[in-house]
């Protein structure tokens, strides 16, 4: 939901660029996009256009920032960075430019005068883009700090492959958050915090973990039926797997290729006629004769109703299924007091 303001962005840009020259003008215009093209110049570019150095390009460009943080229009534009100030405090205090920007504008022209307030506005600092977080702008430096922290340890404590509903990730998340105001211990907060992060992510179906797992980052069909099967919760036809594939990742899957994905991979466990679940549930993997022969293997020899309901637990198949594996006695031998073990 976006957050109205008061003031007109373009109307405040313009009566602040108004202290400068021509030309200063113009250099600040074409660097933040504020013209008619929206398009944000590089130094080099302004530099062909003017025939002189990007490094002058640079110079003009921080000289007619101090000019106009310097002039009495500035002072008198000051209700229009208070409002945006007190705007970001309550979106948390920080927050990712992408978000701040979508959050106050739709076109791309209006946030142009937006982030060029940011950049002229003394209390906005802004953070650049890392290897662990996105470009990001904050009006309270020791909070920051203790958010970046907080995000770090979060990424720590996380396995490679775990998967967490958005609301169990905020409250992990709150709970390495310390010394911090009540007022932004929330759900919407803490998820605007959560997306500073280029370490952790979300999938598609709104759950969280670390930014690199294929459960977040899903590239191929297998991923896909991955989470498909973790979401459905219990075993499931391929063919259901294609189709839900489809509906919530708007990936054609096609039946057969599906299938053949989920036999080759390792964290899937056919335990049905076509039905599928995840080997981390712990299922036994193979044909109906290797679990049998691994009930047997752990348990000890056991009486037939105790293998065929030790063996329903890991496959669903019929009950005479069991039993025709059972009379195999290849595999299988039965002694005098009815009890059956694996062959020698």
Same mark, same amino acid.
């Given at each position: 939901?976006?957050?109205?303001?008061?003031?007109?962005?373009?109307?405040?840009?313009?009566?602040?660029?108004?202290?400068?020259?021509?030309?200063?003008?113009?250099?600040?215009?074409?660097?933040?996009?504020?013209?008619?093209?929206?398009?944000?110049?590089?130094?080099?570019?302004?530099?062909?256009?003017?025939?002189?150095?990007?490094?002058?390009?640079?110079?003009?460009?921080?000289?007619?920032?101090?000019?106009?943080?310097?002039?009495?229009?500035?002072?008198?534009?000051?209700?229009?960075?208070?409002?945006?100030?007190?705007?970001?405090?309550?979106?948390?205090?920080?927050?990712?430019?992408?978000?701040?920007?979508?959050?106050?504008?739709?076109?791309?022209?209006?946030?142009?005068?937006?982030?060029?307030?940011?950049?002229?506005?003394?209390?906005?600092?802004?953070?650049?883009?890392?290897?662990?977080?996105?470009?990001?702008?904050?009006?309270?430096?020791? @909070? +920051? %700090?203790? !958010?970046?922290?907080?995000?770090?340890?979060?990424? /720590?404590?996380? =396995?490679?492959?775990? $998967?967490?509903?958005?609301?169990?990730?905020?409250?992990?998340?709150?709970?390495?958050?310390?010394?911090?105001?009540?007022?932004?211990?929330?759900?919407?907060?803490?998820?605007?915090?959560?997306? @500073? +992060? %280029?370490? !952790?992510?979300?999938?598609?179906?709104?759950?969280? /973990?670390?930014? =690199?797992?294929?459960? $977040?980052?899903?590239?191929?069909?297998?991923?896909?039926?991955?989470?498909?099967?973790?979401?459905?919760?219990?075993?499931?036809?391929?063919?259901?797997?294609?189709?839900?594939?489809?509906?919530?990742?708007? %990936?054609?899957?096609?039946?057969?290729?599906?299938?053949?994905?989920?036999?080759?991979?390792?964290?899937?466990?056919?335990?049905?006629?076509?039905?599928?679940?995840?080997?981390?549930?712990?299922?036994?993997?193979?044909?109906?004769?290797?679990?049998?022969?691994?009930?047997?293997?752990?348990?000890?020899?056991?009486?037939?109703?105790?293998?065929?309901?030790?063996?329903?637990?890991?496959?669903?198949?019929?009950?005479?299924?069991?039993?025709?594996?059972?009379?195999?006695?290849?595999?299988?031998?039965?002694?005098?007091?009815?009890?059956?073990?694996?062959?020698?």
């Amino acid at each position: 939901m976006q957050t109205p303001i008061t003031f007109k962005p373009k109307q405040v840009c313009r009566r602040l660029l108004s202290v400068l020259g021509d030309r200063a003008q113009d250099v600040l215009s074409c660097r933040f996009g504020l013209g008619v093209d929206t398009k944000r110049m590089t130094l080099e570019g302004i530099g062909k256009k003017y025939k002189i150095t990007r490094e002058r390009v640079r110079q003009i460009e921080n000289y007619s920032i101090v000019n106009i943080r310097k002039s009495k229009e500035y002072v008198r534009e000051k209700p229009a960075f208070d409002e945006l100030k007190k705007v970001m405090t309550d979106l948390g205090t920080i927050i990712s430019e992408e978000e701040l920007l979508n959050h106050l504008a739709k076109d791309k022209s209006t946030q142009n005068h937006i982030h060029f307030l940011l950049v002229i506005g003394e209390d906005f600092v802004k953070e650049k883009e890392d290897l662990e977080f996105k470009h990001r702008w904050n009006v309270d430096k020791e @909070l +920051s %700090k203790k !958010i970046h922290n907080s995000l770090r340890e979060l990424y /720590g404590s996380l =396995s490679d492959d775990e $998967i967490l509903l958005e609301s169990d990730m905020v409250e992990k998340f709150l709970e390495q958050v310390k010394d911090i105001s009540d007022k932004y211990k929330n759900q919407e907060i803490a998820k605007r915090w959560l997306t @500073l +992060s %280029k370490l !952790i992510g979300k999938n598609q179906l709104g759950e969280w /973990g670390k930014a =690199s797992s294929s459960n $977040i980052n899903a590239k191929g069909m297998r991923d896909y039926a991955f989470l498909v099967i973790r979401r459905h919760g219990s075993p499931i036809h391929f063919r259901e797997v294609a189709k839900s594939i489809t509906e919530l990742f708007k %990936k054609k899957a096609h039946v057969a290729t599906t299938h053949n994905e989920l036999i080759k991979d390792p964290r899937f466990v056919l335990v049905g006629r076509g039905l599928y679940a995840l080997a981390e549930w712990g299922y036994m993997s193979g044909v109906v004769k290797d679990v049998i022969k691994k009930v047997l293997e752990k348990n000890g020899p056991l009486d037939r109703e105790e293998i065929v309901k030790k063996v329903l637990k890991e496959r669903y198949v019929k009950e005479n299924t069991i039993m025709v594996n059972l009379q195999n006695t290849k595999f299988f031998k039965k002694s005098k007091d009815g009890k059956y073990s694996v062959a020698s």
